[in-house]
């Protein structure tokens, strides 16, 4: 028997069909390119874990985000490590802190970079857990959700684009709104980490952003693997709260939830592609088992396909790059 009329390899058969009829397209303006800053000056310390990844001084941040820019990246997402860390997350909250600084110096040096501010207590507590820990051990939602609007409100005065809460409390984000508002930053967007799971792909960033949590997990605040409606619920509430922007994390075990909440809401979809799925590719590319650029263009674009508007990836640097060549 003949072959069918019907034949799809018809618009595969050359370089030229397939770009005709190619369903997803990455840009660089859909990534945002994670950055570490650490106290000190002239520091440039990279992150064993993550190839290619260092922590930065506020003065090497400013460098290497003038450096990232040039190479058409449009925005960072900041995390601190301080040096100081106590119970309250004091360096977290100050105009003086590591966070707020680093905001401010690469806004000043280059406006044009749009900033998103990563809202957490992790880095600046002495224990290391995304919220106050009481004499019980236990993760106290509403004083916590206290302290992070706080945190969000600081670091929308050092002039944060957007503020990105990540610590995965309950209603943080219709308190985050409220006090921007009554504080004068009603312009100023929240980026929600709506549905963050408990995952062993954050290995590596906590090298990186030196936030292991001191004792336990953080199975009591982020979301069971298994679960995927429980990630439409959080998403919604987000919404509901005023969330201009909403989150899947990590991005590559989790396509099915990326493509439910994309088709749920209708705001954009964020999806970040976390530490420890970069350092896989990394770790396998440096062995010369798999090619990097193929692997990285093909995770990102799985990402993409599933519903994601805008990825948070470490590999920005290098796809913009690959994308302008
Ligand atoms: C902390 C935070 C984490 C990440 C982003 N914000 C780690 C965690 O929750 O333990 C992970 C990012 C990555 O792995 O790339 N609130």
């Not at 224990?127 to 051990?137: E, K, M, N, R, S």
């Not at 945190?151 to 990540?166: E, K, M, T």
């Not at 009603?186 to 030196?210: D, L, M, N, Q």
């Not at 263009?297 to 993409?304: C, N, Y």
Request: aromatic share 6%; with cysteine.
């Amino acid at each position: 028997m003949a072959a069918s009329k019907v034949r799809p390899r018809r618009t595969r058969q050359s370089e030229l069909w397939r770009r005709l009829v190619r369903e997803t397209h990455l840009r660089s303006e859909s990534l945002v390119y994670p950055m570490f800053v650490v106290p000190g000056k002239g520091v440039r310390r990279a992150v064993e874990s993550m190839p290619g990844i260092f922590q930065l001084s506020v003065d090497e941040a400013v460098r290497h985000a003038r450096e990232v820019a040039e190479g058409g990246v449009v925005s960072v997402l900041l995390f601190a490590a301080p040096e100081h860390k106590d119970a309250r997350a004091s360096d977290a909250l100050a105009a003086t802190g590591l966070a707020a600084r680093a905001i401010a110096a690469i806004k000043e040096a280059l406006p044009q970079l749009m900033v998103w501010a990563d809202v957490c207590l992790c880095g600046a507590t002495d224990h290391g857990h995304c919220g106050h820990v009481t004499a019980g051990g236990v993760i106290d939602n509403d004083s916590s959700v206290a302290t992070l609007a706080q945190v969000a409100l600081n670091y929308a005065r050092a002039g944060a684009d957007a503020v990105a809460p990540s610590d995965m409390m309950d209603g943080r984000v219709a308190a985050i709104r409220a006090l921007l508002d009554a504080e004068g930053f009603s312009s100023t967007p929240i980026v929600s980490y709506a549905a963050k799971y408990a995952s062993s792909f954050y290995g590596p960033f906590r090298e990186a952003a030196e936030s292991a949590p001191a004792f336990g997990d953080r199975r009591s605040y982020q979301m069971d693997p298994a679960n995927g409606r429980e990630a439409l619920r959080e998403v919604l509430l987000d919404v509901e709260e005023g969330a201009d922007l909403v989150m899947v994390k990590p991005a590559g075990p989790y396509l099915d939830v990326i493509r439910q909440v994309r088709d749920a809401v209708r705001i954009p979809v964020v999806a970040y592609q976390v530490s420890g799925e970069f350092s896989l590719i990394k770790a396998a590319a440096q062995r010369g088992w798999i090619d990097e650029r193929a692997a990285v263009l093909e995770t990102l674009t799985g990402i993409r396909r599933a519903g994601a508007d805008l990825i948070i990836t470490y590999f920005a640097p290098q796809v913009s790059a690959w994308l302008r060549a």
